[in-house]
């Protein structure tokens, strides 16, 4: 049985890696000059909440005692456990540690035509990213984001992680979606034959 406290350790650790990666990466790419840049209301918002979500019921399910008096009514919130089995976080682990390989690499192989998406759509000048995964997903930083999504619902292995794990793959989708509509816009047929040969995930749905 691995302890909650080992595994909440372990989870934090890898989060810690992936946010000072890609504060690292974003400080050493240099960015095209923006071509167009659309504002969506309540993005931040949205994101900041999903995040919030996430560590609230990461510390619930795994380190309970870090509930000050505050939030002690959380500590009786029923998470509903599916199971507590090892081979399912051991599997969890691996997922969340190859998601946060995908998202650095995916981040870094787009170089300048990055963006924050928590501040809406943006094209950037200069020619569609087609190297590297790109060649075979025309989103792999957002494919590493569900596959961290889906880590997190191996590992805490209870219903709400479930839930928010749906809630995290509709705001990728509609993220998605924008970026998408603003590129057909904006690259016409350069992006259009890339969105015929490249899947949106490394997948065909």
Request: charged share 20%; aromatic share 12%; proline share 4%.
């Amino acid at each position: 049985m691995i302890e909650n406290t080992t595994l909440f350790v372990i989870i934090v650790s890898l989060f810690v890696v992936l946010r000072t990666g890609r504060w690292w990466l974003s400080k050493k790419i240099v960015q095209g000059r923006v071509e167009k840049h659309r504002q969506v209301p309540w993005l931040w918002v949205q994101e900041r909440a999903l995040l919030l979500l996430w560590g609230a019921l990461i510390v619930r399910s795994l380190a309970p005692w870090l509930f000050v008096s505050v939030l002690r009514p959380l500590r009786a919130i029923p998470v509903g456990i599916f199971a507590e089995d090892d081979a399912l976080c051991l599997a969890g682990l691996a997922l969340l540690i190859a998601a946060i390989v995908l998202q650095l690499r995916a981040k870094w192989e787009l170089g300048a035509n990055w963006s924050n998406a928590v501040k809406g759509p943006i094209v950037r000048e200069g020619k569609v990213t087609v190297r590297g995964l790109y060649r075979w997903s025309r989103n792999p930083m957002y494919c590493g984001s569900l596959a961290e999504a889906f880590a997190l619902v191996l590992l805490l292995q209870n219903v709400a992680a479930l839930l928010l794990g749906v809630l995290t793959y509709c705001y990728v989708r509609s993220n998605i979606a924008r970026e998408e509509t603003l590129l057909r816009e904006m690259k016409g047929p350069e992006y259009a034959r890339y969105y015929e040969s490249v899947p949106r995930f490394f997948w065909k749905w």
